[in-house]
């Protein structure tokens, strides 16, 4: 987290202003503005926390605000305390502490053993504009409730920032979800994020997610997740990223193509190559259907690259699936409410069976690309070299980047394809 002062703004004051509420030092407006309000709230939990009350939130104030960040704490167990008593110390349900702590029994825990106490809240909020930290903090988070839930790295971006994944189940079916190809379709991390989370507490509580079973589920597949493919484009669209070499660079990119509102209508990783098109699937095509709409060079959007899997960041999904060859994928985009399941007249066994059971439970329409887009995208690779069920599915309506409002409408809507996709046709 970055240095956070009064004046400052964006998604990374959202956060620090959900820390400072969920610590009990509000109520505070998630406004994304650091005004008087958010100082006042931030000096009273530096005194309460023997920190320089100084109104920075620096290096460690941050530290001190990391379980109101990721949803759990670390206690180190003193003489006489039971996973009993912290479970009502910390308002942290027995079978939450048992969960985080599988290796431990409630009755005999040595003194200084290490407790992972999950905190009275979610981990992942849907209330408050994605950036790179968000989603690394989501990461440690839900791994540290859940020890069930693998998290990793599949690579690192333009900027090195990590690609996270998340691994859940060990049944033979291999699924691999992604999400926010596109910088200003962030709405999508949030989704998959809190697809993970959902299906944690389900399976932790022995209960079930759409109707089904969440043991069966994991008992089912393997899914992995892929929240974020283009993180440092979200933090350029959702204004975390406001200066610097990287934000130049991006901002004399877009001036050379002002048709592209800077920066919500950013699409393309930090470099100006939109990861959606660099895939080995078409790029021949796709190049010349942006060079006839003028896009040629580094831009906003819609540039393929100077070749495919130029990227680091589809260079890194494409050597993951590769690697992992899942039976099924999902490319979580924004919007239009529709799915897109062929690549050309390629149809995969069983796609079409699958896209009509997604579009059943979610009122999505099953569709076909438009030409002038469907190249060299994920889904079109996948379906060519794999043979098997490949989707872009557009979620919501709107312009993008889809507004946080929609979010609850888009969770319900899609929740059903998250789901069916992990069981077999």
């Not at 023997?50 to 206690?75: C, E, F, N």
């Not at 089904?212 to 669209?237: M, R």
């Not at 699409?267 to 078409?282: R, S």
């Amino acid at each position: 987290m970055r240095t956070l002062r009064q004046g400052s703004v964006g998604p990374a004051v959202q956060l620090l202003q959900l820390a400072l509420e969920r610590a009990g030092f509000g109520p505070l407006e998630t406004d994304g503005v650091f005004g008087g309000a958010t100082d006042a709230a931030l000096l009273r939990f530096q005194r309460a926390n023997a920190l320089r009350a100084d109104g920075i939130a620096g290096a460690q104030t941050h530290r001190a605000l990391l379980p109101w960040y990721t949803g759990y704490l670390v206690h180190s167990l003193r003489r006489g305390e039971t996973l009993y008593l912290l479970s009502r110390r910390y308002a942290a349900p027995l079978e939450a502490l048992l969960t985080a702590n599988p290796a431990l029994s409630p009755e005999r825990i040595p003194v200084g053993t290490q407790v992972v106490v999950p905190l009275s809240f979610p981990v992942v909020p849907v209330t408050i504009d994605c950036c790179r930290a968000l989603i690394a903090f989501c990461v440690r988070g839900l791994a540290a409730r859940y020890p069930f839930l693998r998290a990793g790295e599949i690579g690192r971006s333009a900027l090195g920032t990590p690609l996270w994944s998340l691994r859940l189940g060990d049944g033979p079916r291999r699924v691999l979800y992604n999400a926010a190809h596109h910088a200003n379709e962030w709405i999508t991390c949030l989704l998959l994020l809190r697809f993970a989370e959902a299906l944690c507490e389900a399976f932790a509580a022995g209960g079930g997610l759409g109707g089904v079973s969440a043991a069966e589920l994991l008992e089912t597949a393997s899914l992995v997740l892929i929240p974020a493919v283009n993180p440092d484009g979200i933090d350029l669209v959702t204004g975390d990223l406001r200066q610097g070499s990287a934000f130049e660079r991006a901002a004399a990119i877009a001036a050379a193509y002002p048709r592209f509102p800077f920066p919500s209508g950013w699409k393309a990783n930090l470099q100006g190559t939109d990861p959606n098109l660099q895939y080995p699937a078409g790029w021949e095509q796709a190049r010349e259907n942006k060079a006839a709409l003028g896009i040629v060079s580094p831009a906003p959007a819609d540039y393929v690259g100077p070749a495919p899997l130029h990227a680091p960041e589809s260079r890194a999904l494409y050597a993951f699936t590769r690697d992992f060859s899942p039976e099924l994928t999902q490319a979580w985009h924004t919007q239009g409410r529709v799915i897109y399941w062929r690549y050309l007249d390629r149809e995969p066994p069983g796609a079409r069976a699958f896209a009509e059971r997604f579009a059943a439970v979610s009122g999505y329409a099953p569709d076909d690309a438009p030409f002038a887009s469907g190249f060299a995208g994920y889904k079109d690779w996948f379906i060519r070299d794999f043979d098997r069920p490949g989707f872009t599915i557009e979620a919501g309506l709107g312009q993008n980047p889809l507004p946080l409002s929609q979010f609850g409408e888009i969770w319900r809507d899609c929740l059903g394809i998250l789901v069916l996709g992990l069981l077999p046709e």
